[in-house]
């Protein structure tokens, strides 16, 4: 974009220098040296659905050190979720997975309070469980994990409670368009699927942690290491608490990628008990079974075909495993209907159920809904046109819709930069050629690509407020996170692009419930658009300001005052300058004696712009999914992948890896390179390597990262391998055209590598991840 100085310049990320000097604090660190710091354990469930009969906790009252036990009776009798209101903060009657929360101790040592866990006792009378969410969406299932689900409070989107199939399901996404079931009936080839993914972790280093206590007058200060809306509003919502009861804080994050913990919850029910601060880290264990982890998927689909090389219909059924609670699950299930928008879809029939079990709680991750059914449709479009004998990149380019079509879900495609992407990925994976022969016959090469999308979300807003100092420095307050993608550089050279300044004039405030403003929080791939265009409303806001008292004090018009170099000028004379103090009352001609000395303005504090950005979201029909504006923005995007697979042991290398995304426009290139690089890693991760493993009771036998694999770097392509590409699409409503990619980097890598994998071996994988195990079985049945 012309005339652009530091938007879209790689200048130094603001955290960098902290961070590499080891500078930068965490939540974990907040209160250290505090006297009278107490640390907290919890008590979890050995079962995976048992009634609590009783707890006695008189042995572990009784260790030396332990300052207090909560339990249910203790904490609030009231059920809260995000969509579905249906879990107690401790369980107060019956415990629904291994992991479930039971009690929890303050100790004035780490090790006191483990201890003292192994001293409650806890009688329990087990119950049924059920494990397979095909099983457990039956009519007749003969386990219930929540018997009173129809009695439960649902805050948002309220619709997809109809329509149940069973006592066990608890939500119904559906998408109608067309006639379905005629375009089958003409269809030349009719093709189906059946994919499934295991659940994955986050594996962000920092563990889960909160610190909390109580100020004196009698208010809680709360730090997180989770992101700050994500816990304020839910912490005031459990607890029944009023913004002025509960002050959140947090920094920055140690990895997120989606994450939600819950220690948090325990903190503030010990701090209010003891009247102590309170320190709760979790182990790598809890953390993977606490973490509200992506989760477990099937999905059938069924395309009816055209031999012009075109889809007539799509009909996917998918039911989704969310666990013994739902918290993000019923919007996972939601947004991730969003997938089909890249494809153009005359006749779709959709089906999405989330489904109680007894696992642990599910939640977001990268992605949030779309990898996870990508995995299969774009797996489903190389089937499709090896049926139809077509190539399948001219199959994608075919069936991709163009600027100004209407999308599956009834929206004006806009913004869309996908079939550049898929030529870019095929030019440099040098699609149409051969991989080259490994000169082992028993390791065999292949390439394989995938497009994949990421929606923004258009109901939800943003606010950001701009203050600028006397000495012409700017202060940003915003409500987002920083959590290493780059958010707070990305603002600051929004305001310093907009007040032509230098990045050091540029100061940050977030992540502090006492001072920022609302914001729906760093999900969705939203941020930069979201709170980017908040703040250039604030931004023109404060701007207004300074021109109307500018106007006042030199006398010309508004519109002749320019705004830049930390002060303001006339536009007809530029060569006339003015510092920003030029504007504080000290030098009002009416100043007189100490007033000489004030630096607030004479009728305001200071020069302080506000603004809010809110997607204005259309209504969506709850038979249909039909709906204009029901995604803000989709940030499109295709991988490819060269792959060698090892025909005797079923190891996957990927080779290469090669990436190109529409951004709108790239704010940061070095920044949003990396957020591609890292979200392919995390990708290839996701295919080949990570996914839960339970056992026959419902116990998770990998909660850790010696059993729980993921990539090293030894495991990666680099350097040319790994290329990354924008092809850039503006967006009318974006940042000087900007919308967000970080989530998107990770949506096609997992199916990319498993078309690579026919290419190579010519079996088709249907279960992610793909280990070595699976790929034998595969090449076993083949060969059967």
Not at 765 to 779: D, F, K, N, S
Request: some cysteine; aromatic content about 8%.
């Amino acid at each position: 974009m012309a005339g652009l100085c530091i938007v879209g310049t790689d200048v130094t990320k603001i955290d960098a220098p902290a961070k590499a000097l080891g500078k930068t604090k965490y939540a974990s660190e907040q209160g250290i040296g505090v006297p009278g710091m107490l640390h907290g354990k919890v008590l979890f469930s050995p079962h995976a659905h048992a009634r609590i009969v009783g707890i006695d906790a008189s042995k572990a009252l009784k260790l030396k050190g332990v300052k207090a036990v909560v339990t249910g009776k203790d904490a609030p009798a009231n059920r809260t979720g995000l969509l579905i209101d249906d879990r107690h903060v401790l369980c107060r009657e019956v415990v629904r997975f291994v992991g479930d929360p039971v009690a929890c101790i303050a100790a004035d040592r780490v090790e006191t309070a483990e201890e003292a866990l192994d001293l409650i006792e806890v009688e329990y009378e087990i119950l049924p469980a059920v494990f397979d969410p095909e099983l457990a969406m039956e009519p007749d299932c003969p386990a219930i994990v929540h018997t009173d689900l129809a009695n439960y409070n649902r805050p948002l989107y309220q619709y997809m409670g109809n329509d149940l199939p069973g006592p066990n399901v608890h939500t119904h996404h559906k998408i109608r368009k067309g006639d379905v079931d005629r375009a089958f009936a003409e269809a030349d080839h009719v093709v189906e699927g059946r994919y499934e993914i295991d659940r994955m972790t986050h594996c962000q280093f920092e563990p889960y942690n909160a610190v909390c206590y109580v100020e004196d007058d009698g208010t809680l200060t709360l730090w997180t290491s989770a992101r700050l809306c994500e816990t304020h509003e839910p912490m005031m919502k459990a607890f029944g608490l009023s913004p002025s009861q509960l002050r959140t804080r947090t920094g920055y994050l140690g990895g997120m990628f989606g994450l939600l913990g819950r220690p948090e919850r325990f903190t503030i029910l010990l701090a209010r008990k003891t009247g102590k601060p309170v320190k709760m880290v979790y182990t790598r264990e809890e953390s993977f079974i606490e973490g509200l982890n992506r989760l477990a998927e099937i999905v059938y689909i069924k395309d009816a075909l055209k031999k012009d090389g075109t889809i007539l219909a799509r009909e996917i059924k998918s039911i989704i495993n969310t666990g013994a609670y739902t918290q993000h699950g019923p919007l996972v299930i939601r947004n991730g209907a969003f997938h089909a928008s890249q494809y153009r879809l005359p006749n779709y029939r959709w089906d999405a159920y989330g489904v109680y079990t007894n696992q642990p709680a599910c939640g977001p991750v990268r992605g949030f809904g779309s990898a996870e059914v990508l995995w299969a449709t774009e797996q489903q479009m190389d089937v499709d046109a090896k049926t139809l004998g077509v190539d399948p990149l001219e199959f994608r380019l075919r069936n991709t819709p163009d600027e100004g079509e209407k999308d599956v879900r009834g929206t004006t495609v806009h913004s869309t930069g996908a079939k550049g992407c898929l030529k870019q990925v095929a030019e440099w994976i040098e699609w149409g050629q051969p991989s080259a022969k490994s000169a082992e016959s028993h390791i065999k090469t292949g390439k394989g690509f995938a497009l994949g999308n990421k929606y923004s979300m258009a109901d939800t807003a943003s606010s950001a407020v701009i203050t600028v100092k006397m000495d012409g420095s700017l202060e940003v307050i915003h409500g987002g996170d920083d959590c290493g993608q780059g958010l707070n550089t990305v603002l600051a050279q929004i305001a310093a692009e907009e007040f032509c300044v230098p990045m050091e004039k540029v100061h940050l405030v977030w992540g502090d419930s006492a001072r920022s403003p609302y914001d729906f929080g760093t999900a969705s791939s939203r941020s930069t658009l979201y709170i980017g265009n908040a703040l250039l409303k604030a931004c023109e806001d404060a701007k207004r300001q300074i021109r109307e008292l500018a106007s006042c004090r030199i006398g010309t018009p508004p519109e002749n005052i320019g705004i830049g170099n930390g002060g303001f000028f006339l536009i007809d004379d530029p060569d006339r300058e003015y510092p920003m103090s030029q504007l504080a009352l000290r030098n009002h001609p009416e100043a007189r004696g100490a007033i000489k000395g004030a630096m607030c303005l004479d009728e305001s504090a200071e020069i302080r712009g506000s603004g809010v950005f809110w997607g204005r979201p259309g209504i969506e029909d709850p038979e249909t999914g039909q709906g204009e504006r029901l995604a803000l923005s989709y940030a499109y995007g295709a991988q490819a992948a060269e792959v060698a697979v090892d025909t005797e042991t079923g190891e996957v290398t990927v080779l290469r890896l090669h990436s190109a995304f529409d951004n709108g426009k790239t704010m940061h290139p070095a920044m949003c390179e990396a957020q591609i690089e890292g979200g392919a890693v995390m990708g290839i991760g996701s295919a080949l390597y990570e996914g839960y493993q339970f056992d026959a009771a419902g116990r998770l036998q990998n909660p850790n990262f010696h059993d729980y694999k993921i990539c090293s770097i030894g495991e990666v392509p680099t350097g040319d391998d790994l290329k990354v590409a924008f092809v850039e699409a503006p967006h009318k409503e974006g940042p000087y055209g900007a919308k967000g990619v970080g989530e998107a980097a990770m949506c096609p890598t997992a199916s990319a590598i498993a078309n690579a994998i026919y290419d190579a071996v010519g079996v088709r994988l249907t279960h992610l991840p793909m280990t070595p195990e699976r790929v034998l079985a595969a090449l076993k049945a083949k060969q059967a």
